[in-house]
């Protein structure tokens, strides 16, 4: 059954260090997104992508953020400069089309900022 | 922001029995709700879906009730099993969009 995947599983950085978070959805979907989960908390929308370029952001998505499609396969996540609160779970999703369609997650990524 | 709500932390069930899962919603705009499941260290797992033209929907064990009026939905799992232990979440959607908003979770305890 086809999943989505995400490199690296854990992630460790230094405070202001850059990092990119990698996702390769379902082959055949077309909406991408990612959401983190602060240990404790809800899991969180952060940004969602079709047809090559950002279609919403939330509030947590701030210049220090950007989503890329760089090629057919690849979804990146990149942090420009990681601050402490940047810990948590990062998960990307991707779904086949619109209207009622469900979204998969990946198994997502442990960023660890320190 | 509350607009998704899991009132209850945790639930537990002995096997055999049902379990229900409650979920409540304060933005009318919500036309598509999901329960997904989700064990430790992985990512959340599609269980059952529905949208707001519908009331009831059915996928083997699983079934999802929604009340338009109430705002309200709930899972029912019968027969529970111990392998449905795991945290639930329920999340919603909005005009054929895009984000889903999650809510906090129920850890489901299945007792063999």
């Known amino acids: 059954e086809p999943e989505v995947t995400q490199t690296p599983s854990h992630q460790v950085t230094q405070m202001g260090q850059e990092v990119i978070l990698r996702c390769v959805p379902i082959?055949?979907?077309?909406?991408f997104y990612w959401y983190r989960q602060i240990l404790g908390q809800k899991v969180e929308f952060l940004v969602s992508f079709y047809n090559n370029e950002i279609s919403e952001k939330s509030e947590i998505f701030d210049d220090q953020f950007s989503a890329e499609r760089p090629d057919g396969s690849n979804f990146t996540l990149k942090i420009r400069s990681t601050k402490l609160e940047d810990s948590a779970m990062y998960f990307c999703a991707s779904r086949i089309a619109g209207g009622f369609n469900e979204q998969f997650f990946g198994p997502g990524t442990r960023l660890t900022v320190l | 922001d509350q607009q998704v709500k899991q009132n209850s932390p945790s639930l537990s069930v002995q096997e055999g029995r049902i379990s229900i899962l409650n979920c409540d919603y304060t933005?009318?705009?919500?036309?598509?709700f999901l329960w997904y499941k989700k064990y430790p260290a992985e990512g959340p797992t599609f269980l059952i879906s529905i949208s707001s033209i519908k009331d009831k929907n059915e996928d083997g064990r699983f079934t999802v009730f929604l009340n338009k009026s109430a705002k309200h939905l709930s899972l029912h799992i019968v027969p529970s099993q111990p392998g449905d232990s795991a945290v639930y979440f329920c999340?919603?959607?909005?005009?054929?969009?895009?984000?889903?908003?999650f809510g906090a979770g129920t850890i489901l305890r299945v007792k063999s």
């Open positions: 999340a919603a959607s909005a005009n054929d969009g895009n984000k889903l908003v």
């Open positions: 933005n009318s705009m919500f036309d598509y």
């Open positions: 082959s055949n979907h077309l909406y």
